[in-house]
């Protein structure tokens, strides 16, 4: 661990976030006794000795973002929120339980893994490994207290493999069924992923949340206790105690991604485009605001052409990003992993045909197709939009230079 130097506050103290003893103990002291504030990174990221400035004070954990898109920001959450949040998923889940700690603390699911297991006084069961085996899944889950509540937290990814591997492995199967709850966020499911999990006898739930909002604060559309939701000019705004306090370092950002109304109520800017259901009040997510492209003169929502792609059998893990056109100015493309069902003939035709069925606009008709033989993720479990990116512009220097289709036609699937 390291020390990180600031001014009129406690330090701000570095651990390497699979030192799960060190980090879990200054954790305990921050979130319970407010101490000293803890900032988990991976090992090889642990500083020597950078300065910190901590304001305001009553920080207990920094949180890096995954960076998907952009650099990392760090993010700034009090103990008050930490603890709030805790309770607040306690009482959704029916109570006090174990955790099964399956993501890296150095993301904010993670970390709240082990914010609910102080609170609760009891000790999490850590998935060892580099990578997320269903069958180490299994028998992790084989050591959690049988007698009481069992919890875990995982990305569609980690899922993903569950269900499949459940398929034909009945001890995958089983620990599956084994939850009091799962919980399941950080990126939207692919279509039917939940559905699958649920018909085999889990207990899953879709959590919406950020490391802004120390977490999943929405389970199933639906806000947890004391947190607010509403839509101001098409883009979601979240409201609670569980609110962070800051970017750290950076106050234009932080004072453009949180604002306080007449009453004030401190609202956190999601960034997500959504709508409250009028029938049943849930919330639904459509998209990023920063993911909407101008095709053709045409708003299109990447986040909408993603859904309707994955409706696509074989397509079920694809990503769709955008890409420039000189005749459009801006199209979508989808990114996906080679599959039998995915490399049929006119796959780009059947896409168009999937978008058109969702009710969308011909302008948002996937223009170009790259299969991966597995696509980039962060150790988060989400996909890694920057490689992705790389990828497609590579794909297009090729095509380019090796050109001889007719300009007119779209772009056969490429395949790195």
Same mark, same amino acid.
């Given at each position: 661990m390291a020390l990180l130097s600031a001014r009129g506050s406690w330090p701000l103290l570095a651990v390497a976030s699979d030192d799960l003893p060190a980090l879990t103990a200054q954790l305990r002291d921050a979130v319970?006794?407010?101490?000293?504030?803890?900032? =988990?990174?991976?090992?090889?990221?642990?500083?020597?000795?950078?300065?910190?400035? $901590?304001?305001?004070?009553? /920080?207990?954990?920094?949180?890096?973002t995954s960076g998907s898109t952009a650099s990392p920001k760090r993010v700034a959450l009090s103990s008050e929120a930490l603890r709030l949040s805790a309770r607040s998923v306690m009482r959704e889940?029916?109570?006090?339980?174990?955790? $099964?700690?399956?993501?890296? #603390?150095? @993301? /904010?699911?993670?970390?709240?893994?082990?914010?609910?297991?102080i609170i609760a006084g009891t000790t999490p069961v850590v998935l060892e490994g580099g990578g997320f085996d269903p069958v180490a899944f299994a028998a992790a889950s084989a050591r959690l207290d049988p007698a009481g509540l069992r919890f875990t937290s995982l990305v569609p990814v980690q899922l993903a493999r569950l269900v499949d591997a459940a398929e034909t492995d009945p001890a995958v199967a089983e620990a599956m069924r084994s939850y009091d709850r799962i919980l399941v966020g950080g990126q939207s499911a692919p279509t039917g992923l939940v559905e699958r999990a649920c018909a085999m006898g889990a207990l899953v739930t879709r959590t919406y949340g %950020?490391?802004?909002?120390?977490?999943?604060?929405? @389970? *199933?559309?639906?806000? &947890?206790?004391?947190?607010?939701?509403? /839509?101001?000019?098409?883009?979601?705004?979240?409201?609670?105690?569980?609110?962070?306090?800051? @970017? !750290?370092?950076?106050?234009? &950002? #932080?004072?453009?991604?949180?604002?306080? *109304?007449?009453?004030?109520?401190r609202w956190y800017r999601t960034g997500d485009l959504g709508s409250i259901d009028d029938d049943d009040g849930r919330l639904l997510i459509t998209g990023r605001?920063?993911?909407?492209i101008i095709s053709g003169g045409v708003k299109v929502v990447l986040g909408e052409v993603e859904r309707a792609v994955r409706a696509v059998p074989g397509f079920e893990h694809a990503v769709v990003l955008r890409v420039e056109d000189l005749e459009w100015g801006e199209r979508a493309a989808v990114v996906a992993p080679e599959t039998d069902a995915a490399a049929a003939h006119d796959? +780009?035709? /059947? &896409?168009?045909?999937?978008? *058109?069925?969702?009710?969308?606009?011909?302008?948002?008709?996937?223009?170009?197709? +790259?299969?991966?033989?597995? $696509?980039?993720? +962060?150790?988060?479990?989400?996909?890694?939009?920057?490689? !992705?990116?790389?990828? $497609?512009?590579?794909?297009?220097?090729?095509?380019?230079?090796?050109?001889?289709?007719?300009?007119? %036609?779209?772009?056969? =699937? %490429?395949?790195?």
């Amino acid at each position: 661990m390291a020390l990180l130097s600031a001014r009129g506050s406690w330090p701000l103290l570095a651990v390497a976030s699979d030192d799960l003893p060190a980090l879990t103990a200054q954790l305990r002291d921050a979130v319970l006794l407010d101490a000293m504030p803890v900032l =988990p990174l991976p090992r090889e990221r642990v500083p020597a000795d950078p300065v910190v400035s $901590l304001e305001p004070e009553g /920080i207990a954990l920094v949180i890096e973002t995954s960076g998907s898109t952009a650099s990392p920001k760090r993010v700034a959450l009090s103990s008050e929120a930490l603890r709030l949040s805790a309770r607040s998923v306690m009482r959704e889940l029916g109570g006090h339980g174990q955790w $099964l700690l399956a993501l890296p #603390t150095h @993301y /904010i699911a993670g970390a709240q893994v082990l914010v609910r297991s102080i609170i609760a006084g009891t000790t999490p069961v850590v998935l060892e490994g580099g990578g997320f085996d269903p069958v180490a899944f299994a028998a992790a889950s084989a050591r959690l207290d049988p007698a009481g509540l069992r919890f875990t937290s995982l990305v569609p990814v980690q899922l993903a493999r569950l269900v499949d591997a459940a398929e034909t492995d009945p001890a995958v199967a089983e620990a599956m069924r084994s939850y009091d709850r799962i919980l399941v966020g950080g990126q939207s499911a692919p279509t039917g992923l939940v559905e699958r999990a649920c018909a085999m006898g889990a207990l899953v739930t879709r959590t919406y949340g %950020s490391t802004e909002t120390a977490g999943g604060c929405v @389970y *199933d559309g639906r806000p &947890l206790e004391n947190v607010g939701v509403r /839509i101001v000019d098409g883009v979601v705004e979240l409201s609670g105690p569980m609110l962070a306090e800051e @970017y !750290l370092g950076d106050a234009e &950002l #932080t004072e453009a991604a949180f604002t306080t *109304d007449a009453a004030g109520n401190r609202w956190y800017r999601t960034g997500d485009l959504g709508s409250i259901d009028d029938d049943d009040g849930r919330l639904l997510i459509t998209g990023r605001a920063d993911d909407v492209i101008i095709s053709g003169g045409v708003k299109v929502v990447l986040g909408e052409v993603e859904r309707a792609v994955r409706a696509v059998p074989g397509f079920e893990h694809a990503v769709v990003l955008r890409v420039e056109d000189l005749e459009w100015g801006e199209r979508a493309a989808v990114v996906a992993p080679e599959t039998d069902a995915a490399a049929a003939h006119d796959a +780009l035709g /059947i &896409l168009a045909a999937a978008t *058109d069925a969702a009710g969308l606009t011909p302008a948002a008709r996937p223009a170009r197709l +790259l299969f991966v033989d597995e $696509l980039p993720s +962060l150790d988060s479990g989400k996909p890694d939009l920057q490689t !992705l990116a790389v990828l $497609l512009e590579r794909d297009r220097d090729r095509e380019r230079a090796s050109a001889s289709a007719d300009a007119e %036609s779209p772009p056969p =699937p %490429s395949r790195i």
